[in-house]
């Protein structure tokens, strides 16, 4: 599946996009977008992070198991 | 409705030719043209991220919820993203109505959304470095006029 980072995230990670196995929960997404970086894994993992699945805000920990991309947004600024 | 959310410039006017009212119902067609504003001369240049697919589809919700509450019958919203420079246009919004109160309502409420709610991140860049944009204080009280939230 497709693992997204937009605004913030995506600069504090330094990549938009990357390709990642299967995932069975947000959590574990998020520690594969973190890749070690505590700091980055805190961000993805606040409060103030929504996630999206198959571009629809998700609220449960765990991905339906047919999910292609999730999508890790940062508080959203407006235009 | 049509909502566009793409990189590079545009034209306003020729924005608003688009809007041409389909039927002898409409009486008025307010616009509202956003502009990246310098501050004070400074050097600056804004970056607007958004997600592909989803931004423009959480901006539909929107635009729908306007068209129901305010009884428009056409909507048009383009927001540009990528890199802006001062003085460019950013977002163009057109209501169009069957009386100028709903009209002007309708491009008001939609312009409160997108710079409140709507799914952007919004870089500034100059002299001092970069940062990212929250909404102020005053596009939250702008958009908790409408003492609605913005769903059904």
Do not use: N
Request: contains cysteine.
């Amino acid at each position: 599946m497709r693992v997204l980072l937009f605004g913030r995230l995506a600069d504090q990670a330094g990549w938009r996009e990357r390709e990642a196995p299967a995932l069975e929960s947000v959590e574990a997404a998020a520690c594969f977008a973190a890749d070690g970086d505590e700091a980055l894994l805190a961000a993805l993992t606040a409060s103030t992070t929504q996630v999206a699945v198959d571009q629809v805000l998700w609220r449960s920990g765990e991905l339906p198991p047919q999910a292609a991309e999730i999508a890790f947004l940062p508080p959203m600024s407006g235009g | 409705m049509r909502i566009t959310v793409q990189p590079g410039g545009f034209d306003p006017a020729a924005l608003l030719g688009q809007v041409t009212p389909s039927s002898g119902a409409a009486g008025s067609v307010v616009s509202f043209t956003g502009l990246a504003r310098a501050d004070q001369g400074a050097s600056t240049r804004l970056f607007l991220d958004a997600y592909p697919g989803f931004t423009e589809a959480e901006i539909a919700k929107a635009g729908e919820l306007a068209i129901r509450r305010f009884g428009l019958l056409d909507l048009l919203v383009y927001h540009r993203i990528g890199e802006v420079a001062a003085a460019e246009p950013i977002v163009f919004v057109a209501a169009v109505a069957a009386h100028r109160r709903e009209a002007f309502q309708g491009a008001d409420f939609m312009m409160d959304y997108l710079k409140t709610s709507a799914p952007f991140w919004k870089k500034e860049s100059g002299d001092e470095g970069e940062r990212w944009i929250e909404p102020t204080e005053r596009d939250r009280a702008d958009l908790a006029r409408w003492a609605q939230p913005l769903e059904d």
